[in-house]
């Protein structure tokens, strides 16, 4: 039986075959032989490798990785690897590169300490890791501005992406404080709850909104029981808490939780943590921002808004509006309403128009709802209201004008008496019990624009079945028909009026709407209202020949 060719009874020397210079080459060297025997190494790879000797078995000596590429590259076809093996020795990353000796078919592996290179290549995958998350972060919590469903994303990810666990905190309401806990690969939970914020190490100075506390100052075994979530194994190892700043005002913090069979949070994670808190603490302060507004405009909204009608001291009112975006909730186009508490009284209803549309009009229309409310112990005087209205527009920083249409209603005698006054507005239309449809001959100046107002007032009575129609000229001058450029128009307002003599007010009004929404198919339009003023007819309501009629008491022979 031969011996092993590279034992340590037996070391060659390998200049011979490698040449004398390669013992001072800055890379580690080893000379393997054929069999896996080490046959000699450089000054380098002694100091890597402190224990190995001339002679020794490579797979001894070397990690594994290096042993096996030593096997494959003498056992292939043509005796080179495609590629470089990779691996660690001591912590630190080497590529083995393999050569061929000139004599004695030994190998020659020069390590080339890679290590550089790898950490260079982790950090970049971990930076671009961590970019992936807070843009996936940024896009889940932007796409919400539903508060609690922010807060309760912002912990999730939180826990799935930084920690084992995350609870979100609330600022305060009072002495409670509104909690999201998630856990890893659970469920979350939202609890309302009274704290002290002074149990958790920087919590409280982070709800302020001042720096965080860093992680090597936070004791994980004084956690309180309160910020522990359920599904949480075991007690705590490493603790993050991190403020989440908001627009002005703190938006609350972030505690993050890893069990102590988890590595602790290291300085980068840390960092990390905070830029996530700083994406977090936007979303939130953009949602509650958002709430807040939407409640105020709400409220805003509610006086903007036209009011409801119904019928007052034995008359009926309807109206109706549509703004020129439907989106939009509130135009240049009003109606406003002011029921008499006496049936001896007069009740006041005013239909308008503002020069303009959507939010900066439907203000003016605000404005002018207001004023006019004040100025209701006057109201048995229109002129009087239009001059006082007029000067109170022109007092304003508003450059806008309105015209508008004043209606003084009271029942008496079975019989609906009307004062009405326009102020540069189109004529109201009365429709008879007969089918006829009359224009009042009421006429002026618009308000807002010149010194003085000029107005007539015109009186007029409504028999039981009879509407009297105000409307404005986003009605009449909607663009539409066959061509689709042609105005609606007065006349064809009158004929389809002719055809609702008799009908209810809202359904005078309906019809009116419809067929402006018919007329106007899919194009665009102005602001558009109607208010409609009737006389009840008792009795039940048919319908002939499309027009509604009443039955008409039996005369005696």
């Known amino acids: 039986m031969c011996a092993f060719r590279g034992s340590p009874t037996s070391p060659r020397d390998a200049a011979a075959s490698v040449g004398a210079t390669w013992g001072d080459a800055p890379y580690p060297v080893l000379v393997v032989d054929h069999h896996g025997g080490l046959v000699q190494i450089n000054q380098a790879a002694r100091s890597l490798l402190p224990d190995a000797v001339d002679g020794d078995r490579l797979r001894d000596v070397v990690p594994p990785w290096l042993s096996d590429a030593h096997r494959r590259h003498v056992q292939g076809p043509d005796g080179t690897p495609s590629v470089p093996s990779t691996g660690t020795i001591d912590e630190r990353v080497f590529e083995a590169h393999p050569s061929a000796a000139s004599t004695g078919g030994d190998v020659v592996w020069w390590l080339v300490d890679d290590t550089d290179r790898a950490l260079a290549e982790q950090a970049l995958y971990r930076a671009r890791e961590r970019t992936n998350v807070l843009a996936e972060v940024s896009s889940s919590l932007l796409s919400t501005l539903n508060v609690p469903r922010c807060m309760e994303l912002a912990a999730s990810l939180a826990a799935e992406h930084l920690a084992e666990a995350a609870v979100l905190v609330s600022p305060p309401h009072g002495r409670r404080h509104t909690l999201n806990y998630a856990v890893r690969g659970g469920t979350g939970a939202q609890q309302t709850r009274q704290i002290d914020p002074r149990g958790v190490p920087g919590l409280s100075e982070a709800l302020q909104g001042f720096p965080p506390v860093p992680v090597r100052w936070i ?231 010149l010194p003085t107002v000029t107005a007539r007032t015109v009186e007029t009575t409504l028999g039981p079945g009879e509407t009297c129609l105000l409307y404005t000229d986003g009605i009449t001058e909607a663009r539409g028909g066959p061509l689709g450029e042609e105005f609606l128009g007065e006349p064809r307002l009158k004929r389809v009026l002719a055809e609702c003599a008799g009908m209810p007010a809202e359904a005078v009004v309906e019809r009116v709407q419809m067929l402006a929404s018919q007329w106007l198919g899919e194009g665009r339009h102005d602001d558009m209202a109607a208010l409609a003023i009737s006389a009840p007819k008792s009795g039940p309501l048919t319908v002939v020949g499309g027009n509604a009629r009443h039955p008409q008491p039996r005369r005696s022979r």
């Open 219 to 449: 004791n994980p075994d004084d956690m309180p029981d309160w910020l522990l979530p359920d599904g949480f194994c075991g007690a705590a190892g490493s603790v993050i808490v991190a403020p989440l700043p908001g627009h002005g005002v703190p938006a609350g913090a972030l505690v993050l939780l890893r069990s102590g069979s988890e590595k602790s949070f290291s300085e980068g994670e840390e960092i990390f943590a905070r830029l996530f808190a700083a994406r977090a603490g936007a979303a939130l302060s953009a949602a509650r921002l958002y709430t807040e507004q939407t409640a105020i405009t709400a409220t805003l909204m509610r006086e903007l808004l036209p009011p409801a009608l119904h019928r007052v001291n034995g008359v009926e009112y309807a109206a109706g509006y549509r703004p020129a975006k439907d989106h939009e909730r509130v135009g240049g186009d009003f109606y406003d309403f002011h029921p008499a508490t006496d049936p001896t009284q007069e009740t006041l209803v005013v239909l308008g128009d503002v020069a303009g549309k959507g939010l900066d009009a439907a203000v003016l229309t605000g404005k002018i709802r207001n004023t006019l409310h004040a100025l209701l112990p006057l109201a048995a005087d229109h002129r009087k209201v239009l001059d006082l209205l007029n000067g109170a527009l022109l007092s304003s920083h508003h450059t806008r004008f309105a015209t508008l249409v004043l209606a003084s209603v009271r029942r008496r005698a079975g019989r609906v008496h009307l004062r009405l006054t326009s102020a540069g507005h189109l004529p109201p239309l009365v429709v008879r019990d007969d089918g006829r449809v009359e224009q009042v001959p009421t006429q002026g100046s618009l308000v807002g624009a």
